[in-house]
């Protein structure tokens, strides 16, 4: 996709509302801070995989309006002629932080965080929003998927059930970053360097007079990627073995040039399918074909199918993953944590009659305690930002339950977010994707069995520092203390 395309009004009609009022009233340049962050895991799934931040840098990068955009505010909503001159200057100068792509991440925590005068921060927040929450989503249902699967690739299929051309693009970069081993999509592979795998359609069998021509055809023009769909009409007694035959003209014309082929099931009951056709194969003197099986897979049906000795090798998943059908949205919001009252930035608190809806206030970081040994983690420490960072040993509490503490020991810290522009430039390397990629799958491997269950996951704790905790508690009873 085109990296340098301007998203900039790529926005809710309030947050330019909201811009104008603050311009209005003389608050645009106020210093705030506003915290990304989502109350839930999705697909009550024990964590979250951050992805996305590479598409936000390039919006914030090139963040500005157009002539034609300015004319269109001001044909279609009557903004003043000083307000759209304000906005033609305009671009970030601010500060963001944010966690890498690819780490775990966990409800309430400050994925990315943005201080800057309150106009520029404000317009931020959709865009950040959608980019953020879209990727996050695919990556983390990819992971789902992909831990059912276990060691078998799993293959993203999803372009043209994808909600839109970004959706199948960025989606399939999601799901590279969430551990899927290649796409079927020839843009997200070509503009991000994804592997790109493909079989071939049931149209392509029907386009021949028969299914034994069909395959020769194939196997002939792709001698060393033949992976056969074997379903189109009967798969044990037609696809099957015409397969087999081809494999052995193959082999028989190629030798060791012959490689990897096999066959893909779409329909029917995969598990029983596969189990005879396994056999088949074997039979036949080819042990080293692979079982693809693609139909409607998720997380679940890999799971159960595994479980009932299903013989696959490879998951071509398509719909359930590109669109996480099970779990359509991220709920990812922007809030607003701190503002700058007589030149100081103080802490910002939203009162809610529901708790999980209330903010954490102030300038924050987190911090990640790990196992020294292992590396395993053990808890995330939501901390203010000048708070020091425990050196050896200390008590953490439930901010939910205060009263339970339990003394942390033997550990490394990792402070998570890190620092992506200074001063409205990127200060940040953009990692290649297959760094991301394999900053996800160590993120995986030191993360306990219990978190990544697909049901009913280990809950991973999330504290508040004391310091944190008692800030946001004086806050809120300041707020009650007000409205009586």
Not at 178 to 201: D, E, W
Not at 271 to 293: C, H, N, Q, T, V
Request: hydrophobic share 40%; proline share 5%.
């Amino acid at each position: 996709m085109n990296k340098s395309r301007n998203l900039t009004l790529l926005t809710d009609l309030y947050q330019v509302n909201m811009a104008y009022a603050y311009f209005q009233s003389g608050t645009a340049e106020k210093q705030v801070v506003f915290d990304v962050f989502f109350r839930d895991n999705p697909c009550g799934n024990g964590y979250t995989v951050a992805a996305g931040l590479e598409q936000v840098a390039e919006y914030i990068r090139n963040f500005h309006f157009d002539i034609e955009d300015l004319d269109y505010l001001q044909s279609s909503q009557g903004y003043s002629a000083e307000f759209i001159d304000y906005l033609k200057n305009l671009s970030f100068s601010g500060n963001i932080d944010a966690v890498p792509e690819g780490t775990w991440v966990f409800p309430h925590e400050p994925i990315l965080r943005v201080k800057a005068a309150l106009l520029e921060a404000q317009l931020l927040e959709t865009t950040i929003l959608t980019l953020l929450n879209h990727q996050s989503l695919i990556a983390t249902k990819t992971a789902r998927i992909v831990e059912a699967a276990g060691t078998d690739p799993v293959l993203e299929f999803g372009l043209r059930r994808a909600q839109g051309p970004d959706a199948g693009v960025y989606g399939a970069r999601a799901a590279y970053i969430g551990g899927a081993a290649a796409t079927s999509n020839l843009m997200a592979g070509k503009c991000f360097q994804i592997p790109v795998r493909g079989t071939h359609a049931h149209s392509f069998v029907q386009s021949f007079d028969d299914e034994l021509s069909a395959f020769r055809a194939f196997a002939g023009t792709f001698p060393h990627s033949s992976i056969l769909l074997v379903d189109t009409y009967d798969t044990l007694k037609q696809g099957i073995p015409n397969a087999i035959k081809v494999f052995s003209e193959m082999r028989k014309s190629l030798g060791a040039e012959f490689r990897n082929f096999g066959i893909r099931l779409d329909s029917g009951d995969l598990a029983y399918l596969s189990k005879s056709a396994r056999k088949m194969l074997d039979d036949a003197g080819f042990p080293e074909a692979k079982i693809a099986a693609s139909s409607d897979l998720d997380e679940y049906l890999v799971q159960d199918l595994k479980l009932q000795g299903a013989r696959i090798d490879i998951w071509g998943v398509g719909t359930n993953l590109i669109t996480s059908k099970s779990c359509p949205a991220l709920a990812g919001v922007y809030k607003l944590a701190a503002r700058e009252r007589n030149g100081v930035l103080e802490p910002e608190i939203k009162r809610s009659d529901n708790p999980d809806k209330i903010n954490n206030p102030g300038l924050k970081k987190i911090v990640r305690f790990r196992k020294e040994t292992t590396r395993e983690p053990i808890l995330d420490l939501i901390m203010l930002d000048e708070e020091p960072v425990p050196a050896d040993s200390f008590l953490a509490f439930d901010p939910v339950h205060p009263w339970k503490k339990k003394r942390i020991e033997n550990f490394e810290i990792e402070s998570l977010l890190k620092p992506i522009f200074r001063g409205g430039k990127l200060a940040y390397a953009l990692p290649e994707l297959e760094d991301i990629r394999q900053h996800a799958a160590s993120e995986k491997a030191t993360f306990s069995k219990e978190v990544q269950r697909l049901t009913n996951p280990h809950l991973y704790h999330v504290d508040l520092s004391e310091k944190l905790f008692h800030l946001k508690q004086s806050l809120l009873e300041a707020v009650r203390n007000h409205s009586k």
